[in-house]
């Protein structure tokens, strides 16, 4: 799952930073360039979308 988000995240131009501690977790993180998702794919995971936020609202943070 995590190497199919970080696939659509490079081809959709985001810049992602990955973050592990388990070696082999790292080494799934890298190996995203060996695949690419196809547009019927991208669009399925478009889809999921619904437009919500988790977390702080970034314009409206008290640090």
Not at 21 to 46: G, M, P, Q, Y
């Amino acid at each position: 799952v995590a190497q199919v988000i970080l696939r659509w995240d490079v081809q959709n131009g985001i810049i992602t930073i990955p973050k592990s501690t388990k070696e082999h977790r790292i080494v799934e993180n890298a190996s995203i360039f060996d695949f690419e998702l196809t547009k019927e794919e991208i669009e399925r995971i478009d889809e999921l979308n619904q437009n919500h936020r988790v977390g702080p609202d970034p314009d409206n943070f008290d640090f």
